[in-house]
């Protein structure tokens, strides 16, 4: 059974940085990209970065480029989310969710098959 | 960027209806168009992906049509556990790109 387990949410300064987590289980966690989705309150989804499934490319969202990384470690089966430099409006629930087919390189299966239960990141001061 | 259009952003039915709710892209995305439920504090679940294909688990009568810009998803008798939001998502080009989503609520 998939399972995606967020963890490092909370609340934290805006300016300051916080690195989020997603615990794989239940697939081959070496052969799915995976991505970050957000969703700020009472808002709807927004697509946050992509990493593909050996790490070898990376891609985000203008509203977090140059400011959030994401990485992987397939020998952990965990996905990272590095946010610096955090604003207000980067509050949101983070999902992480799983690419649709192994090996993808197109749209044809970015789709998010298996989601995370989400963490819950507020930048307030 | 793609820009995904719901319609309508909210509704009001009853359950037995057929509820219909479209999207639109503003360029062509073949038919790499994909649907999700979410209900009130949970994650996302897919039930339609690649416009037209049932996701493993999800009830028949949900379905999926269209390709290019116009794209639907037809709920054929609403049940009581499929009040919730819709999102449809365009997974031709990144950046990737949700709807507004679509309410649906009991009338």
């Known amino acids: 059974q998939v399972q995606l387990v967020e963890s490092g949410g909370g609340v934290v300064q805006p300016g300051r940085s916080l690195r989020l987590s997603c615990a794989a289980s239940?697939?081959?966690?070496?052969?799915?990209?995976i991505h970050w989705v957000r969703q700020a309150p009472g808002k709807g989804l927004e697509w946050v970065a992509l990493?593909?499934?050996?790490?070898?490319?990376?891609y985000y969202a203008d509203s977090v480029k140059g400011r959030f990384t994401i990485s992987r470690d397939n020998s952990k089966n965990t996905l990272y989310l590095q946010m610096n430099s955090l604003r207000a409006e980067d509050t949101a629930v983070y999902y992480c969710?799983?690419?649709?087919?192994?090996?993808?390189?197109?749209?044809?299966?970015?789709?998010?098959?298996?989601w995370g239960q989400g963490t819950l990141v507020t930048v307030s001061s | 960027d793609i820009q995904m259009t719901q319609s309508p952003s909210s509704l009001s039915a009853s359950v037995g209806d057929r509820v219909t709710i479209t999207c639109r892209a503003s360029?062509?995305?073949?038919?790499?168009l994909n649907w999700y439920q979410q209900k009130p504090g949970k994650a996302p679940k897919l039930l339609i992906y690649?416009?037209?294909s049932l996701q493993s688990g999800v009830p028949s009568r949900f379905s999926g049509s269209g390709s290019g810009t116009d794209f639907t998803l037809t709920i054929s008798n609403l049940h009581p556990e499929d009040f919730a939001t819709f999102y449809c998502?365009?997974?031709?080009?990144?950046?990737?790109?949700f709807g507004g989503g679509t309410k649906v609520e009991i009338k």
């Open positions: 690649a416009a037209s």
């Open positions: 990493i593909s499934y050996d790490g070898g490319k990376k």
């Open positions: 998502q365009q997974s031709h080009t990144i950046p990737l790109t």
């Open positions: 239940g697939f081959t966690f070496s052969t799915y990209g």
């Open positions: 969710a799983k690419d649709g087919k192994q090996y993808c390189s197109g749209g044809n299966c970015y789709f998010f098959d298996s």
């Open positions: 360029q062509s995305i073949n038919n790499y």
